[in-house]
């Protein structure tokens, strides 16, 4: 049967809400303004957790806010979003990302149980090979989180989810574990670090403190191998498992510190230092989560909460490419008898879908969430993310249009601060991405 690790209560997590800034990047945060810069209001700071670099951010400026249950910087005093943003893309950026959630799950039904709340196929997945997908609710096929999967052995994987779902996910998992019954170990790994360093000097920088002997020239997006790093002290740290990845559109790596296996809080720390040593600041330099999040929008990728939900499912939020093909034909996954008639459309005798993901350029102000969509004055749609895009120059936002008001070059109306600004329909990502792919 199915075993699940004790974990302990888990922390609610903040009302998502959107940030407004100088650069008005698009963050779920409930905040408030104070002294220039906006601070959470709605938790309060003995409940909210550090992240293993929290003194680092500290140290070097970082404006500390709520985030998913933790402090988190948002920027940092030595640099406004705008220019963190850019340089990410013509260098490279250090993000703290500890506050998303690791686990794995082990055991000869591993795959099976994957394969159950998910739509993408994973018995057949290369080992230390990654993709994102779907958690999926049964019944509706709503998404209840989305995340990257990494086959780590024959019956192992290690998942990323999104930390401000921390508690809904894992009484997903709790639950859907125990109606599965199959043999899976599921543990979620706390006190564990995770470091995202993106931008087009990246692996440069990373292998000038690979203390394993790793030809970066080998690894794709989506690959993952383990390595020691060189510390500035002469010493290494223990195996760290990377990932070529990213939520930015860039090439870029995440580096898991994994707290069940070794010192990860401490080690976390160390190796982020030398990384931030061994490129200079020329090279490479913190960035918060305002950057972050006006960077994943350029790059077209949704955010949860916002761009996908509990009422959301795959192929109306334009995620149809994670339904593997023997999946479409075999289903016997959450809400396959939902999705797979969504698949077609309904021209085609299929049952299609009533809404679509899309993109927008916007003229005038920018268009934040939950800004109306219109054409003729009728209602259409809704906004989930907006911001200005430093890359282009123009205000970008995505959001939801009727099937058939869905294709590029569609004009509407979106409605900002009670007026109504052009906006246009745009193909994403927004700024081409800059993926490391296997020539095919």
Same mark, same amino acid.
């Given at each position: ?15 998502? $809400? ?16 104070? %002294? ?9 700071? $003995? ?187 002469? #010493? ?36 982020? $230092? ?75 005798? #299929? ?47 995505? %959001? ?22 052009? %906006? ?13 792919? $296997?020539?095919?």
């Amino acid at each position: 049967m199915a075993t699940r690790t004790t974990v302990s209560r888990f922390q609610a997590t903040l009302a998502p $809400k959107r940030l407004r800034m100088p650069f008005p990047a698009a963050l779920p945060l409930s905040l408030r303004t104070q %002294g220039g810069v906006r601070y959470g209001s709605d938790v309060a700071a $003995k409940d909210l957790k550090k992240t293993p670099l929290y003194d680092l951010h500290v140290a070097n400026g970082g404006k500390m806010v709520p985030f998913a249950g933790h402090l988190l910087p948002v920027q940092y005093a030595s640099a406004a979003l705008a220019q963190s943003h850019l340089f990410t893309r013509e260098s490279a950026s250090l993000f703290d990302v500890s506050h998303m959630v690791q686990h794995t799950f082990k055991g000869p039904q591993a795959a099976a149980f994957l394969e159950k709340v998910t739509p993408s196929t994973w018995s057949n997945q290369e080992i230390m090979e990654g993709k994102l997908t779907t958690f999926l609710w049964p019944g509706t096929g709503g998404i209840v989180d989305d995340g990257v999967v990494t086959r780590m052995a024959e019956d192992e994987y290690y998942v990323v989810t999104n930390g401000a779902c921390l508690e809904k996910d894992c009484k997903y998992i709790d639950e859907e574990l125990g109606k599965f019954g199959g043999q899976v170990e599921w543990k979620r790994m706390d006190n564990s670090g995770l470091v995202a360093l993106q931008g087009p000097k990246a692996a440069d920088i990373l292998k000038e403190v690979l203390a394993t002997d790793v030809n970066l020239g080998d690894i794709y997006f989506g690959t993952a191998f383990w390595a020691e790093l060189k510390l500035p002290d002469g #010493g290494k740290t223990h195996p760290v498992l990377i990932s070529r990845a990213g939520y930015t559109g860039e090439d870029g790596f995440e580096l898991s510190f994994q707290g069940d296996k070794f010192p990860a809080l401490e080690t976390t720390m160390q190796a982020t $230092k030398a990384l931030l040593a061994a490129g200079g600041p020329e090279r490479v330099q913190l960035a918060g989560l305002g950057a972050r999040d006006s960077l994943r929008l350029e790059a077209g990728m949704c955010l949860y909460g916002h761009d996908v939900d509990d009422t959301t499912t795959p192929p109306e939020a334009a995620l149809s490419w994670i339904i593997s093909k023997e999946r479409r034909e075999s289903g016997g996954f959450h809400g396959a008898e939902v999705i797979i008639p969504q698949l077609t459309p309904r021209s085609k005798g #299929g049952a299609g879908v009533q809404r679509r993901r899309v993109g927008f350029v916007i003229q005038g102000a920018p268009a934040r969430e939950g800004a109306e969509i219109q054409v003729d004055g009728e209602k259409i749609g809704v906004i989930t993310s907006g911001s200005p895009s430093p890359t282009l120059g123009k205000n970008i936002a995505m %959001g939801y249009v009727k099937d058939g008001l869905h294709k590029q070059g569609t004009e509407v109306d979106v409605v900002v601060r009670g007026k109504k600004r052009r %906006g246009v329909v745009t193909k994403m990502p927004f700024v081409p991405t800059k993926f490391v792919k $296997k020539s095919s």
